[in-house]
């Protein structure tokens, strides 16, 4: 998946927790995430905050879909509110598709 498919995708799953999301999708739709709240930071504070609540709810549709990805609970998000610890969820979302169908649905495409 490329950078413009996987920003399409994620925005058009807004708010969808369901289902799978490849480790391209996450990671582009991530680096997606990270330009514009740099570039909304220069320009105003309150650009950054309109921008970053913009982005919440697809950042953690998609961090859901990731973990589905990989057989484990969306649920397991929680772990970013814990220091240190949430480094877990960078290894889990950097961790290879399961090639089988899961519980959460058929692997992405």
Partial sequence: MD?????KTCFSKYA???GRASRSEYWWFV???VIVLIVASLIHEY???????GFLL???AVGAR????????????LLMLIPIVNLVLIYFYVQPSQPE???HGAPAA
């Fill in 31 to 33: 680096l997606a995430e």
């Fill in 66 to 77: 990731r973990l589905h990805d990989i057989g484990k609970s969306g649920w397991l998000q």
């Fill in 3 to 7: 950078f413009q498919t996987a920003v």
């Fill in 101 to 103: 169908a899961n519980p």
């Fill in 47 to 53: 650009v950054y905050f309109i921008a970053a609540l």
């Fill in 16 to 18: 969808d927790f369901k």
């Fill in 58 to 60: 697809p950042v953690l």
